[in-house]
């Protein structure tokens, strides 16, 4: 089955820094990439997507890139605020959708003042 | 409100007492996911579901079921719990799209296994 790989898993940046998240996945069939945001004792959030078809995407302060010859995507999140500060899970799905998802371990992200 | 609710929030129980979490979502979405998240291991999906009576097994399904009988139910059933079973559980939904792919999680089931 899909293995994701996730790193670092702490991150310590300072406010208005930028912040990389990298993954790796196993299945060449995988082609839906989609990034959660867990806030402490909150439920996972989707705050952005990509698929196979895409190199990258953006929405604001955050972009996901995609190398489908690596097999590996990243997060990328500029301009950090305090309210950046959460747990950030990537995955991966073979099916196209988010029916049937295999997550990375998670990335703490601090963002300190 | 379009949400995900999951019933109950908070359980302790003995090995080997049967017990069923509930999931219900009201966004007439067709795919749900039940995960478990673990310190250092993430979420792991348990089973998934793409429509009424269809489900499939997801990375950790050994010592759980589940039925989906209606489009906004989807229960997880544990028949014999065991101390490794304890866990925050979330259940999840989502509506397939050519688009960005929304999966709404609900606001988490934390369970002991004494």
């Known amino acids: 089955g899909e293995n994701v790989e996730q790193h670092p898993s702490t991150l310590s940046v300072q406010e208005g820094d930028s912040a990389v998240i990298k993954c790796t996945y196993s299945?060449?069939?995988?082609?839906?990439f989609p990034w959660y945001k867990q806030e402490l004792g909150k439920r996972p959030q989707l705050i952005i997507d990509?698929?196979?078809?895409?190199g990258e995407k953006k929405d604001q302060r955050i972009a996901v890139t995609l190398n489908k010859t690596a097999k590996h995507f990243s997060l990328h999140i500029t301009e950090t605020q305090p309210e950046d500060s959460a747990v950030y899970f990537c995955?991966?799905?073979?099916?196209?959708?988010?029916?049937?998802?295999?997550f990375g371990t998670g990335t703490r992200l601090q963002v300190t003042l | 409100e379009a949400q995900v609710t999951q019933n109950p929030r908070y359980l302790i129980t003995v090995t080997g007492k049967k017990l069923t979490v509930t999931c219900s979502q009201n966004?007439?979405?067709?795919?749900m996911s039940w995960y478990r998240q673990d310190p250092g291991l993430g979420l792991r999906q348990i089973y998934y579901?793409?429509?009424?009576?269809?489900?499939d097994k997801g990375d950790v399904p050994e010592g759980y079921k589940v039925s989906r009988k209606e489009k906004r139910n989807f229960p997880l059933i544990l028949e014999s719990p065991s101390p490794n079973q304890t866990s925050l559980y979330f259940c999840a939904s989502s509506l397939p799209g050519v688009g960005t792919d929304t999966q709404y999680f609900g606001p988490g089931t934390r369970l002991t296994v004494l």
């Open positions: 579901s793409m429509n009424v009576e269809v489900t």
């Open positions: 995955a991966a799905s073979i099916s196209g959708t988010a029916s049937k998802l295999t």
């Open positions: 990509i698929r196979s078809n895409v």
């Open positions: 299945d060449s069939a995988s082609n839906y």
């Open positions: 966004m007439n979405h067709e795919y």
